[in-house]
């Protein structure tokens, strides 16, 4: 059974910042890209940033300059940085594992963690 669990939302100021987290538990035996994606209330799922196994990354305009995803491939742990946050930051954020395989010439899979709110208010 592989679950992503979140951790590191909050509320923070205008202009803070702060670090999420996120491990994939289970046996794993590899996860080909890592991400955040967001969604605010009203609107539609959006994605944040990702990272690849071998570090490829990509971030939404939006976020490029203020975020950085990281990733601990040892421990299926991917980290986002947030920095200078702003108002139109505050949504819930999902964790993600695409081609995720248990076995090496397993199915992959797609999984998605439950969530952390951010909350960016003064």
């Known amino acids: 059974q592989v679950q992503l669990v979140e951790s590191g939302g909050g509320l923070v100021q205008p202009g803070g910042s702060l670090r999420l987290s996120c491990a994939a538990s289970?046996?794993?035996?590899?996860?080909?890209?890592m991400g955040w994606y967001r969604q605010a209330p009203g609107k539609e799922r959006e994605l944040v940033a990702t990272?690849?196994?071998?570090?490829?990354?990509n971030y939404a305009d939006s976020v490029k300059g203020r975020f950085t995803i990281s990733r601990d491939n040892a421990k299926n742990t991917v980290y986002l940085r947030m920095n200078s946050l702003k108002p139109e930051d505050t949504a819930l954020y999902y964790c993600?594992?695409?081609?995720?395989?248990?076995?090496?010439?397993?199915?992959?899979?797609?999984?998605w963690g439950q969530g952390t709110q951010v909350t960016v208010s003064s």
């Open positions: 993600n594992a695409e081609n995720l395989r248990l076995t090496a010439w397993g199915t992959s899979y797609t999984y």
């Open positions: 289970g046996s794993i035996f590899s996860i080909n890209a």
């Open positions: 990272i690849t196994s071998t570090g490829t990354r």
